[in-house]
């Protein structure tokens, strides 16, 4: 099963309830418009106007779902939703400890008593995290090549970090477009930071924020957590007060 059959499972227990479900940085509604097809009522929360510009026309005409503009550590609604959920490894961009822990906290005051918070993200990969330490301060290095002939081409750049000190990784990419004589007629910057959560801090952090651990599984068939998995998928409900 994918991670959308995955959700859509969980929000057809949720849904029991008669509440919708809220999807976390929902970007162009990948995860939350196959649900609303199902029959699930939706609301979808992303910061991004462009993305949620996206979603919006992907999902014209499709009642059960609606978007609002949000930082999903920051929110209030006045409502209760039987799942919240945050899938695409999105609760990773939270790259401070303080916002990890305000977005399980709006995730905590707007979620049933009887609800349940899901999410997926990497089980950090040590090895891979180790070649990105190595090749810090190695510069911009290629990363892909395409081209078009006589309608030139696009180059892209990529540099990783990872920082064991703050468990992030700083990822630089640059996409230049190129004419047909091989000159850069743009060049587009992106910048993206990531921070791994490793399994006993997520645990730490649920607790902490009033959540109990239902279950990890190491990915979408509901299989065991283990030291194979190269993810983590997490269900947690309110602990009992
Ligand atoms: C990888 S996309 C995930 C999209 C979607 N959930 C999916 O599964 O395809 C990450 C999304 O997170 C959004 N995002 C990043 N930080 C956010 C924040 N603090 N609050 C809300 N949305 C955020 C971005 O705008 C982007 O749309």
Known sequence: MDDVGFYLGLARNASRSGLRALELAVGTGRVAIPLARAGIRVLGLDRSPAMLEVARRKAAGLEAIEFVEGNMASFSLDEKFGL???????????????????????????????????????????PLMAAWMRSAGKGMQPARAVEFGARGGVLEWESRRYLTSTQQIDETRIEERLDAGGAVISRIYRKMGLR?????????????????????????????FTDASTEMVWVARPAAS
């Open 84 to 126: 919240i959920y945050i899938p695409a490894r999105s609760f990773l961009l939270l790259t401070a400890v303080e916002d990890q822990k305000a977005c399980l906290g709006c995730v905590r005051e707007h979620l049933d008593a009887d609800g349940r918070l899901a999410l997926n993200f990497f089980n950090p990969d040590i």
């Open 196 to 224: 791994y959560v490793f399994r006993f801090e997520m645990e730490h952090l649920l607790r902490l924020c009033g959540f109990e651990v239902e279950a990890l599984y190491g990915g979408f068939d509901f299989e065991p």
